[in-house]
């Protein structure tokens, strides 16, 4: 009897074992399937391995992998934001890829210390006005839209959203905790409305003339000027981006990125498939098709990014903007940003 | 008579077994509470907590007041008036079961927005500045309670529907010949009559309402779930936010003992004696006044978001992404069909061994289980995750120390994982339809079968799952239809490769492609509607056969 059900337990196992033998590597991405599905599929054209793919928030697949422990197939993770690459690091998930590619084609100011991530690509959180009613010689610094003079003027989305949280914990960074607090209390007085929606809509909310100015990620503009829909094109076209700080520290920028996870069975692929991402034509592919800044010099910007100018970026260390993501929220939370 | 008795034991121990297995993720859950952090609960209690017990409770009570107020008198109207377009009203009305509460929010912001075409339009018609007139808001806690109890009500409805047609026509006549007028009849005899049933739907669908993510979040309302997933993600604090996880499930477990304790003193068993509630022919000004009152709540919850996003889906769906779409729609039918047998047949035995033997443990496991409907996907997510990867690896162990071979995970990542994350997310749901059911079926029926020498499973099979067509299906229908629209469980689980449509509209809106968004949701809803209609037959026919 005993016997009997080893056997068949046995037999179970080899039905239900995921394993094969072909090449292939393991995505875990919490970049939309859409945004990167293409690169994905160009990489197994070119290199034959094939690319398993889930998608997801980026916490819930850090705590997937977590649970899958040694067994977990995870090879390469994908975040969208920095504190989470940072996160997956504390947690002990990642491992150190100290490819000379990764290395020679990505700014250190992007890159893990210890080599545990690398950006993929770069995003950066300006101030946007509209064009009618706002005259940007009025705007100068993120420091000075506390200022009176906006009071009921600004749109921004919550504070749950992670871009805030790490442009909050990137100025903690930059001016210490107290004078972020007092900037936070400040922006919030200034508040045209209760956090709503994403950053499109306080695109829309600035067009609408809910609010005057807005702080949003340049490639929901982009997206939205390169609308199929000639409407969402024509709201897009009242905006004009506003690069603040410029004199001085620099526009707040994030980025995308990816790790290897700690327990990768197909390394060879995972490593192959981070070179690809940074090759020229997969960083051109972002730039074109999603308005993201490459991480790469020397790539060329799609004609929207272009047409919104070029920019001091701030430099600093996105470790540490990762780290203080907590401090961040709690700031936020006492500052009563929703 | 100790045959019986251990028979009956028997079917306790499965379900206590079947109780355990599924408890686990809210054990995961509970047992965070033996890490307590007393400085992050200073800060969320000095800073945000309040609102989010405020909030939540608002939210839910609202929702469980709109939906009862709708899903009531539909109920009622339907139940006992022949009006004019009544059969088609009936088919009509359970639509809004097929939409999900984060599309309807995504979809009347499209349509109400300040940006959006309809105050556009007022402010070009009258010449007006942007703050020059009053527009009520939709993206918030008010316009989240009407949008939810637009698309909630048919849990009360369903619910309601069922007892108020088994109801005696006697006591309708007994009403008449005393000259009460239909109205306080209504109040004085039908509604308490329907009480437990009316009170259980509306537990229910204040229950999906503290679960909801993607309407609160939309529309930037801070509530329990928002603040699980901000403390989880922002402070990343996973412990903290199983906390907040096992407060809400508190708040659940009170709703829970509410709507007992108002059963426990309405013991009524539906009598087939007699004949059940008649509807009166009604003709004329009157009929169109029933039509339109009962036309108004799928107009709203239905029929206008369904426009919109045919109307988005047809101006702007990139026709070539279309191939894909069959997959999808497989793999969440598959998820539903698969899950909603499994819900249902678990349901119905946890309901039967309480019948057989009504003991304290068994009660308090049916509680137990009933609670995931409240938890947020993700949380019941992660409480999924941590015993099965344990279970995988210790697994993997075993195989390695007896057989050499390491079959990797064999229960995460797997549909597995999905249908166990299903069965304690909405066991809540088939219970609550099973045990409603089985209360109504008078004890006498069982003593008969006793004493004819039935087994226990016999009875089941000869009695209670023939009079209870109509529960397992109300319930089987409702769990399809939530697993359909199920995201954040279905999106942190799911196998490589696979996606769903509830995946893919979610993917496109939160990326605020709301446009594109519109295929895959129109997708959801059309898929949730055949089992609809199926239900709305059913419960049309088995209405018929008793009338």
Known sequence: MVRISSVFVLFLLVIFSAHSIAAEVNVYSARKEALIKPILDDFSKETGIKVNLITGGADALISRIQSEGQFSPADVLISTDVGRLVRAKQLGITQVNADDFVVENVPAYLRDEEQHWTALTLRARPIMYAKDRVNPESLSTMQALTDEKWKNR??????????????????????????????????????????????????????????????????????M?????????????????????????????????????????????????????????????????????????????????????????????????????????????????? | MIKTALKGSAFTLYSVLAGLFLGLPIFVIFASFLFWDAAIWQHLSSTVLPRYISNSATLAFGVGFGATLIGTYLAWLIVNYDFYGRRLIQWLVLLPLAMPA????????????????????????FALGSQDYWFPEIRSLTGAIVLMSLVLYPYVYILARTAFSEQSQKYREVSELAGVSPLKHFLKVALPLARPAIMTGAALAMMEALADFGTVEYFGVSTFTTGIYRTWFGLGDINAASQLSGFLCLFVFILIMIEKLSRRDSQNYSSRQGKSAQAKKVRGMQSAFLFLLCSLPVTFGFIVPFVQLAIWTFSFSDISSLEDYPEYAMNSAMLAGIGCVVVVTMALLFSYAKRLQPSKTVSGFIQFVSLGYAMPGTVIAIGVLVPLGWLDIKLNMFTNAYFDVQPGLVLSGTIFALIFAYAIRFMSVALNNTEAGIQRIKPSMDEASKVLGDSSIQRLFRIHIPLLKASLLSAALLVFVDILKELPATLVLRPFNFNTLAVKAFELASDERLIDAALPSITIVLVGILPVILLTKTLDGIERKYA
């Not at chain 1, 960074?173 to 972020?180: D, I, L, N, P, R």
């Not at chain 1, 949003?216 to 503009?221: P, Q, S």
């Not at chain 1, 430099?315 to 500052?335: H, I």
């Open chain 1, 154 to 223: 600004i749109c921004i989305r919550s504070s749950n959203n992670i871009y805030n949280q790490s442009m909050i914990s990137g100025m903690i960074q930059t001016q210490g905790e107290a004078k972020t607090l007092a900037w936070a209390k400040g922006l919030v007085a200034n508040f045209a409305r209760t956090p709503k929606g994403g950053d499109r809509d306080q695109i829309k909310a600035v067009v609408a003339g809910e609010c005057d100015i807005a702080i949003a990620n340049t490639y929901y503009l982009a997206g």
């Open chain 1, 225 to 338: 000027l390169n609308d199929e829909d000639e409407a969402t094109r024509k709201t897009a076209q009242q905006v004009a981006v506003f690069w603040p700080d410029q004199e001085t520290i620099g526009a707040h920028v994030n980025i995308s990125g990816v790790s290897v996870a700690k327990h990768a069975k197909n390394l060879d692929a995972a490593k192959a498939l981070i070179r690809f991402m940074l090759t020229d034509e997969a960083q051109v592919w972002y730039a074109e098709t999603n308005h993201e800044y490459p991480v790469k010099e020397g790539i060329k910007w799609s004609q929207t990014l272009q047409d919104m100018g070029t920019f001091k970026a701030q430099d600093v260390s996105l470790s540490k903007v990762g780290e203080t993501n907590a401090k961040a929220l709690m700031l936020m939370d006492s500052a009563g940003w929703r």
């Open chain 2, 102 to 125: 984060y599309i309807i929010a995504y979809t009347y912001t499209g349509l109400l927005d300040f940006a959006g075409p309809l105050q556009t339009l007022v402010r070009d018609t």
